[in-house]
């Protein structure tokens, strides 16, 4: 985690907050230093799934369950796992297929530091079959 992946996105995203940028309001409430946003956290870690599990993505359909345990400080490094939940043949679009998973980043001590599952439309392959237990 960079200090110019952070910086970017408070700038993009016009986050006031003195917890993602104030290094003495974070000293005076005892975090000591500041917290990378969220939103650069999940980003970072969607992103290192991709080329396993969505390259070919079609659509993105649901962000569900985000839980952020633990904080994201610059200078960490995060990892990325991925369960495949489900999959199943879009009714809507016969071509495709519905595929659910859950993500999980971890930091360089192995502390989970987000949680998501994540829905999103693919080309389906001939050979699938729906599953909620992939």
Do not use: K
Not at 67 to 73: A, C, D, G, I, S
Not at 86 to 99: E, G, P, Q, W
């Amino acid at each position: 985690m960079t200090e110019t992946d952070h910086l970017l996105t408070l700038a993009l995203s016009g986050n006031p907050a003195p917890v993602h940028s104030d290094a003495q309001f974070c000293d005076r409430t005892g975090r000591g230093q500041v917290l990378v946003c969220a939103t650069v956290t999940l980003g970072i870690v969607l992103g290192a799934t991709v080329r396993a599990t969505s390259a070919l993505t079609t659509a993105s359909l649901a962000l569900d369950e985000l839980r952020l345990p633990h904080p994201v400080h610059v200078g960490d490094t995060l990892r990325a796992e991925t369960e495949i939940l489900a999959v199943r043949r879009s009714r809507s679009r016969s071509d495709h297929a519905i595929l659910t998973c859950r993500v999980t980043g971890y930091n360089q001590h192995e502390q989970q530091v987000i949680t998501f599952t994540r829905t999103f439309l693919i080309p389906a392959d001939p050979t699938i079959r729906d599953t909620t237990d992939y």
